[in-house]
């Protein structure tokens, strides 16, 4: 098998353990076992560590080495409160900028929502969301702006792919498709002082389907022995 190939699977083993939480936050990646587990050498296993490091899921620490993100209730709620400043100065600045044309994408990305949602499929649903949200964003024309909030979105879709329940085959069903449609029609009709109300309690719901479950996960015996049991 090729390096390139080889990597590729051991990044996309790690990711997909780290998305269906069989891999706790918090845990150390440790090159050696996971070498020894996968049957791999330690290159491919280092540089797939690196590319979930840059993606968010992995956090590298100087002199300790890597771990699952793990971020602590404080941060998750600075995300969101900061998400929540830099959302509302977009729709500021791009309200009266919207078109027609902009609302009828957000209407696509509900529709997408809708279908995620229905498929159980996390990663589709979070792409959709962040998609309805940055139409706004886009529109007010600030190019930092937008840069600063596509990266804190990507951050906090993290959080929610590690710690949020809906996806757990949980009864309830996320508030988010029903407030979207609320917020695109004060956007259509420029209710400016409805809408600022309507983002402030969707970002609100959206904390709190985390803000309990944050440090819920235990540190396991054993990772790699019990994730994949006997080499391929």
Known sequence: MKKSSIEKTVYFRLRNAILKRQIAPG??????????????????????????????????????????????????????????????MAIRASLYKLDEEDFEEMCACMQEEKL?????????????NKSFHMVAVKKAGNTFLAEFLGVLMNKIDIYIMLFDSFFDNSPTTPKGPCEHLA???????????????LVRIHVEHALESLRDRVREYKMPNEIFKELYGKKQ
């Open 27 to 88: 845990t150390q990646l440790v090159e050696l076992t996971i070498s020894k587990e996968l049957d791999v050498s330690r290159t491919p296993i280092r540089n797939a560590i690196k590319l979930l490091s840059e993606e968010g899921m992995v956090d590298m620490i100087p002199n300790r080495g890597a771990f699952v993100a793990n971020p602590t209730k404080s941060e998750v709620e600075q995300a969101y409160q900061l998400r929540l400043e830099l959302e509302l």
């Open 116 to 128: 995620a949602l229905e498929a159980k499929d996390m990663e589709r649903y979070l792409k959709a």
């Open 183 to 197: 917020i695109v029609e004060a956007m259509r009709s420029k209710r400016m002082e409805e809408l600022e109300r």
